[in-house]
């Protein structure tokens, strides 16, 4: 097994191709992608140190592991962490080829002293068939000292091996019941419409439905959030650059609603080999009374269901994705605490954690 590391910049951008490739073959998730990764690292933490580890067995890649040490918390405590380069969402996995996991981990393992700077805490995610696999090499890190502890995250889905399945959840009858009431209800105040942009962008039109897409988020509850894309200029740099580069490459998907000619919600999604994400959502608060948000998710996975899409990720579990969705995935994220006082430390601070968090 050969280990190439790549730590700068520009050395990223030299394996590109080859990460691309890769990913589409064996990790074809959006959150394992290059462009969703370097983006991340560009934004988030564009000065930090970072490693991508590149496995090789007989000059044949067979595994990537990106990890970007950041000044974080745990459970409430100040540490220096490594995780993935995107660490809010955090669903970029260990990308090593099943037959290749063990190995390559504990050969990284034995060395991360060579490629990891000082650390309290490690953070990698794991698929549900990743973790099974590596109960014992969990178990055996627990063996010689260290302190792991794991907590579980859901990932809501939507599949379907037709338009008809996929309809028969999204537009069943109580739902068209629910949709055509919203609808009513809206058009009985104010001339409502929804609009669904045709995917040939360029690069001027690119940039006014950015804008026109800010302008609602403006008046959304959401400018309040931590991760507010019109106020913390990291989040809107990420996310721009995605809605950019799908954009592109013609595989944006954009709508918005209308009261007349007035933009009051919008949403938009990408499709990367040949599954939809839906990223943004977002409504004028001013209109909540309406559920314009509800309603135009519904009215944007219709169209691209009737378009042929059959593969959804929602990249996470609140309400509304369970509501649009039929399935759900397991990730796991394991926390891996070095040997300092510190992080013994934080050992004991963690029964303390709001997060449950299952000690291995």
């Known amino acids: 097994m050969e280990l190439k590391v790549l730590d700068t910049h520009q050395g990223l951008i030299d394996f590109q191709k080859e990460w691309e490739h890769f990913s589409q073959r064996h990790f074809p998730e959006l959150f394992n992608s290059f462009i969703w990764n370097f983006a991340a690292l560009r934004n988030f933490f564009p000065d930090s140190?970072?490693?991508?580890?590149?496995?090789?067995?007989?000059?044949?890649?067979?595994?990537?592991?990106?990890?970007?040490?950041?000044?974080?918390?745990?459970?409430?405590?100040?540490?220096r962490k490594?995780?993935?380069?995107?660490?809010a969402i955090g669903l970029t996995s260990v990308m090593v080829l099943n037959n290749y996991l063990e190995q390559c981990l504990?050969?990284?393992?034995?060395?991360?002293?060579k490629y990891l700077s000082a650390f309290h805490t490690l953070r990698l995610t794991l698929t549900a068939a990743q973790f099974d696999q590596l109960n014992n090499w969990l178990k055996n890190l627990s063996s010689q000292g260290l302190?792991?502890?794991?907590?579980?995250?859901?990932?809501?889905?939507?599949?379907?091996?037709?338009?008809?399945?996929?309809?028969?959840?999204?537009f069943s009858k109580k739902r068209r019941h629910e949709y055509r009431?919203?609808?009513?209800?809206?058009?009985?105040?104010?001339?409502?419409?929804?609009?669904?942009?045709?995917?040939?962008?360029?690069?001027?039109?690119?940039?006014?439905?950015?804008?026109?897409?800010?302008?609602?988020?403006?008046?959304?509850?959401?400018?309040?959030?931590?991760?507010?894309?019109s106020e913390i200029p990291a989040e809107h740099n990420f996310y721009y650059a995605l809605f950019k580069g799908y954009g592109q490459q013609q595989r944006l998907f954009l709508s918005f609603m209308q009261d007349g000619e007035r933009d009051i919600a919008s949403l938009w999604s990408v499709e990367h080999y040949g599954k939809i994400y839906p990223?943004?959502?977002?409504?004028?608060?001013?209109?909540?009374?309406?559920?314009?948000?509800?309603?135009?998710?519904?009215?944007?996975l219709l169209k691209l269901i009737k378009n042929g899409y059959?593969?959804?990720?929602?990249?996470?579990?609140?309400t509304i994705k369970q509501y649009f969705g039929n399935t759900v995935n397991l990730y796991y994220d394991i926390n891996i605490l070095n040997r300092d006082l510190y992080s013994?430390?934080?050992?004991?601070?963690?029964?303390?954690?709001r997060k449950p968090l299952a000690p291995l």
């Open 344 to 353: 013994q430390l934080l050992h004991h601070m963690a029964r303390f954690s």
């Open 49 to 79: 140190p970072f490693v991508v580890l590149a496995f090789y067995h007989s000059d044949e890649l067979v595994g990537i592991l990106p990890l970007c040490l950041s000044r974080s918390t745990f459970v409430k405590m100040p540490v």
């Open 106 to 113: 504990s050969l990284f393992w034995d060395h991360a002293d």
């Open 279 to 300: 990223l943004q959502i977002t409504y004028n608060r001013d209109y909540g009374s309406y559920s314009p948000g509800t309603y135009l998710i519904q009215d944007h």
């Open 310 to 318: 059959h593969q959804f990720n929602y990249m996470g579990s609140q």
């Open 181 to 229: 009431r919203m609808e009513k209800r809206m058009r009985e105040k104010f001339p409502m419409q929804t609009i669904h942009v045709d995917n040939s962008y360029n690069p001027a039109s690119l940039d006014g439905y950015w804008k026109r897409f800010i302008d609602v988020y403006k008046k959304s509850w959401k400018i309040k959030s931590h991760r507010s894309i």
């Open 147 to 170: 302190t792991l502890f794991s907590s579980k995250k859901k990932v809501i889905c939507l599949n379907g091996k037709s338009r008809e399945d996929l309809l028969k959840i999204i």
């Open 82 to 87: 490594y995780d993935s380069f995107e660490q």
